[in-house]
């Protein structure tokens, strides 16, 4: 069972490019969500999607947007990349918007 | 605000038994999560607790005091392999997670 991939790995991006994390799952989760973690700091949540078609936004949302076409699939875009977005990005899903939180392997990026 | 606290550090002997806590001021309270994350990889879901007390699940227990906005890990019989980081996260009354800065767990042999 292949869960939740995320793709790519890892990636060093220049600041100003723009660039599209990828996130899918195949447990039919309604819900999904995307997080950063930082060293120091704990998971800190940048959008969520209760179901498909919906969208909201988390605590740190700004320079990042999202969509949420299908069941599967939950891409996080980066418009315009800034150093203040290096991290570790994590997609989870959910079967609900109330119940327990999987993780995917999550996507270390570094801006320069 | 909203705060979850926990130590950064805490180490341990092999065969041992240790206890991770972890305080909680939040907007509304639906559940208390700990998660464990090895370094480089995801956090793994260990346990939930909603109602007061504790649950047991193999070596590892969760115990909660919504009153007091407490709760914590333990961890018996420790081995090697549970060095990590342990996530404590709590779910708000939008149903958001709130995490915990996490606590790194160091197993000495």
């Known amino acids: 069972t292949a869960g939740i991939t995320q793709a790519p790995t890892s990636q060093i991006l220049a600041a100003g490019r723009s660039m599209t994390l990828r996130c899918t799952q195949d447990m039919r989760h309604n819900a999904m969500y995307w997080y950063r973690q930082d060293l120091g700091l704990g998971l800190r949540l940048i959008h969520y999607s209760n179901t498909a078609g919906t969208t909201g936004k988390g605590e740190v949302p700004d320079g990042y947007s999202v969509s949420r076409a299908n069941t599967d699939d939950f891409p996080l875009t980066l418009a315009s990349a800034v150093p203040s977005q290096t991290s570790v990005y994590f997609c989870a899903s959910s079967e609900g918007s109330q119940e327990t939180q999987y993780f995917g392997p999550g996507t270390r990026l570094l801006v320069l | 605000g909203q705060n979850i606290d926990q130590p950064t550090e805490m180490t341990a002997t092999e065969g041992a038994i240790v206890q991770i806590n972890c305080t909680y001021q939040?907007?509304?309270?639906?559940?208390l999560f700990w998660y464990q994350q090895h370094a480089g990889e995801a956090p793994t879901f260990l346990s939930y607790n909603v109602l007061d007390g504790l649950e047991e699940k193999g070596r590892f227990s969760s115990f909660l005091s919504r009153s007091k906005g407490y709760s914590y890990l333990l961890l018996k019989e420790l081995q090697m392999k549970d060095s990590a980081s342990y996530l404590c996260a709590v779910m708000d009354s939008n149903y958001q997670l709130i995490w915990g800065a996490g606590t790194k767990l160091i197993i000495k042999p």
């Open positions: 939040t907007s509304g309270f639906n559940g």
